[in-house]
């Protein structure tokens, strides 16, 4: 099993649509849980983090996780043209390399106007 | 200047080449990181530094020789590189260690390396 595992994609929603973007993991321990836009050609820029099992919403992003089913997604309402890019997650390892993030291989988005 | 800054943004050069790339962060962190991103591969770690001591070497070929100064800089030697070495080079910083949300790292906007 990927330690970090995010379905390619292409995923493609019309323009006001909720986009629902997965993630799973295999390192049970993990605590902190992050989602990163990175478009075409830019380097990722992180969007929301994580710690506790539930939702956590900052504007149009909604963040859940559930820690039981190693599960984290990313939701993104009233999504815009401007939200199409590869959204990563990222998850830190337990233990001692707490600092270490284990990227998945990202999901690509594409909004349609 | 703000957030994480890199130079060079784009580095062409030959196998028998020795370059530097540079990274800068201006958020006050203590943790500097390099990090390598393939086509169509996830992204990998390849050292981390923790107020300028190399916590973490990833199994990095030692034609990658990193090097940090201060907790506000941070370099990566390049020398007789390979061309499968071409890949977006990214520098991030974070706070700290520890605790869960000092774990959030913020990239610089890389530097793209192609290796002749």
């Known amino acids: 099993q990927k330690e970090v595992e995010q379905n390619s994609g292409p995923l493609s929603v019309p323009e006001g649509a909720i986009a629902s973007l997965n993630c799973t993991y295999s390192d049970r321990g993990s605590q902190s849980f992050f989602w990163y836009r990175q478009y075409s050609g830019k380097s990722p820029e992180l969007i929301m983090s994580?710690?506790?099992?539930g939702d956590k919403e900052d504007g149009r992003f909604t963040a859940q996780l559930n820690k039981a089913s190693q599960y984290v997604s990313l939701l993104i309402r009233d999504s815009q043209p401007s939200d199409s890019a590869t959204y990563l997650c990222a998850v830190n390892k337990s233990g001692g390399s707490n600092y270490k993030l284990t990227f998945g291989k990202g999901t690509l988005l594409t909004v349609n106007p | 200047e703000t957030g994480v800054t890199q130079t060079p943004r784009h580095l062409v050069m030959g196998m028998t080449n020795k370059k530097s790339l540079k990274c800068e962060q201006h958020l006050g962190h203590n943790a500097m990181y390099w990090y390598k991103q393939s086509a169509k591969k996830p992204l990998e770690l390849m050292f981390v530094?923790?107020?300028?001591?190399?916590?973490e070497n990833n199994s990095v070929p030692s034609r990658f020789s990193p090097e940090c100064p201060n907790s506000s800089h941070l370099f990566l030697h390049l020398h007789t590189l390979q061309p499968e070495d071409s890949a977006l080079y990214l520098c991030?910083?974070?706070?700290?260690?520890?605790?869960?949300?000092?774990?959030?790292?913020?990239f610089g906007p890389g530097t793209r390396l192609t290796v002749l």
């Open positions: 530094y923790s107020l300028e001591e190399r916590v």
């Open positions: 991030a910083s974070s706070q700290d260690f520890g605790g869960a949300n000092y774990n959030e790292q913020f």
């Open positions: 994580i710690y506790s099992n």
